[in-house]
């Protein structure tokens, strides 16, 4: 058992899954109109815009990777309108109050 799992290992090694890396440009590039759109106003701080930014541009590509695609899919998109405008409701409710 021990003798299949180690070539296993070792083919793994010699001949590594293709990995698929996202295009993150284009994933930010989609999360930024996203939040222009539900934005309209510029009401978010520099600081807000940032986290709101990293924080739905990495779980995008998280899961995009997790899938092994490279590219945005209708799902992927519907996720980003969904985190940000959340996101964005959120920080706009903190500010007034």
């Known amino acids: ?3 299949a799992f180690q070539a296993a290992a070792l083919a793994r090694l010699r001949n590594p899954p293709e990995r698929v890396v996202p295009d993150r440009l284009f994933v930010e590039a989609a ?3 996203r939040i222009q759109e539900y934005d309209v106003l510029q009401r978010l701080t520099q600081q807000d815009y940032n986290e709101l930014m990293d924080e739905v541009v990495a779980g995008t590509v998280g899961r995009m990777t997790d899938e092994r695609r490279a ?3 209708a799902g ?4 980003i309108q969904q985190r940000v405008g959340v996101g964005v409701d ?4 903190r500010y007034e109050q």
């Not at 992927?76 to 996720?79: A, C, V, Y």
């Open 1 to 3: 058992e021990r003798a």
């Open 71 to 73: 590219e945005l899919h």
């Open 76 to 79: 992927d998109l519907e996720l």
């Open 31 to 33: 999360v930024e109109l």
């Open 90 to 93: 959120a920080c706009i409710a």
